[in-house]
């Protein structure tokens, strides 16, 4: 199997990261995929839909939720990344954890990426378990945790405050043999409203930080309250969203809705290499 680091930075057009959660109170799709068959129809219909990797968590990272134990977190998530990995051991598999012990376990079932909200703040156990196994690694920024995350946060200049935040970490990172980085600003996570779009606008200026860039805007919270919209009413919103963050750099985008960002990728693959339209 090829190494998924090698296959991103190869790809000149964005990659798609569908979404899977195996618990009962994600903001989206809670309980919708939470036992085991589910959860692993779901993550093969994303792919025949087109997703290049599936992102797979057992706990809930909405504002507000509940920490939930390792062990209930290994029962949620590892069955099911061991029945695809049986199913077909070619998928990109990445698992959605800020533990260590999950991300081990994860590993040894054969996932190809960690993506950890909490940049190891959590557990920065899970830093030795990333270095030993040399896979890439999610570094996302957040101020504070699920739990009180939205409760005001504030940015003087949340652009060069993110900015400064993934530039340490990844000299930090560095510094502990961890080189296979992809960045996430963190899109709704401690960020007020005007702090997302700003983040958005000025996207491409991560992009001096050398390292590829991971996206989750789907459905979040911030679009559905710029326009007085329900979560089911936030399709039109997420998908402009990502087209303007792909326009701005972003090689990732880690969403519900893999049919969109797969037409999305597609155009996309049609801007970057024109003369395939004359074979369609």
């Known amino acids: 199997m090829i190494d998924f680091y090698d296959y991103l930075l190869s790809s000149k057009i964005p990659l798609v990261m569908g979404i899977v959660n195996v618990t009962p109170d994600s903001f989206s ?69 800020t533990k260590s012990e999950v991300a081990k376990e994860a590993i040894n079932c054969g996932v190809n990426l960690v993506n950890d909200i909490s940049a190891g703040s959590f557990d920065p156990r899970i830093f030795e378990v990333v270095k030993e196994s040399e896979i890439p690694y999610v570094l996302m920024h957040m101020k504070g945790k699920p739990q009180n995350m939205q409760n005001e946060p504030f940015y003087n200049n ?33 960020k007020r409203i005007e702090d997302n779009f700003d983040i958005l606008k000025n996207l491409n200026k991560f992009l001096n930080l050398n390292k590829p860039i991971l996206v989750g805007i789907s459905k979040k919270s911030f679009l559905g ?5 329900d979560i089911d009413s936030r399709e039109n919103s997420t998908i402009i969203s990502e087209t303007f963050s792909v326009i701005k750099g972003a090689k990732i985008i880690r969403t519900h809705n893999v049919k969109n960002a797969v037409e999305l990728k597609t155009i996309f693959n049609y801007l970057e290499n024109p003369k395939q339209l004359t074979n369609v």
Do not use: C
């Open 225 to 229: 309250k710029s326009l007085n919209v």
């Open 29 to 97: 799709d809670g309980g919708k995929y939470f036992d085991k068959n589910s959860a692993v129809n779901h993550a093969l219909n994303l792919i025949e839909l087109g997703a290049d990797i599936i992102d797979i968590g057992g706990e809930s990272t909405r504002p507000g939720a509940k920490i939930i134990s390792t062990n209930e977190e290994l029962i949620r998530a590892i069955p099911v990344i061991e029945e695809i990995r049986k199913i077909d051991k070619n998928i990109f598999i990445s698992i959605d954890t």
């Open 158 to 190: 949340v652009v060069g405050e993110v900015y400064d935040f993934l530039k340490e970490k990844i000299i930090e990172l560095n510094s502990k043999g961890i080189k296979k980085i992809i960045i996430d600003p963190g899109i709704g996570f401690g």
